[in-house]
């Protein structure tokens, strides 16, 4: 996590220069996970790493097969996400993109619901992730968990 959301785009993990860059939380999003909802970004790599295989959640038998999402915090806790649908919007997205003013998760994942593409599950009411990552023409794919049952 960054200053800002350029920063890791362009350097590794370790802050050193990279054309690959890091997968990273938004910088406005808390560290912990703790906020309803929390952006993480990665490049959709050519060689197949990173955030690469997030399109295949625009197909329905991809997000069947691969519903559940981990998280590891530093302090040893793992959050399991199940998976609720996969966006394919622009980067100036606010509905997609807030991060704050919106405490009611429940509402936001039916917000996220109503953008998908594919919807995989119905709105909780636990936190949710969104990995984002570019695809051609400067549009995003944004893949959100969230982390209770429906």
Sequence with gaps: QGPDNATYLK????????????????????????????II???SMKDGTMFHDLHKYEKDDWGKTHSTAY????????????????ITTTADDKEIYMTSGREDTKATAEILLKKADV???????????????????LRRCVVAFQADAP
């Design 119 to 137: 919807a995989y599950s119905d709105a909780g009411t636990g936190n949710i992730i969104c990995l984002s990552t570019c695809i051609k023409d």
């Design 41 to 43: 970004f990665g490049h």
């Design 71 to 86: 998280i590891y915090l530093d302090n040893g806790e793992k959050i399991a996400y199940h998976l609720l649908c996969c």
């Design 11 to 38: 350097k590794d993990a370790y802050g050193a220069d990279s054309t690959s860059g890091a997968i990273f939380i938004n910088f406005a999003n808390n560290a912990d996970m703790s906020d309803p909802k929390t």
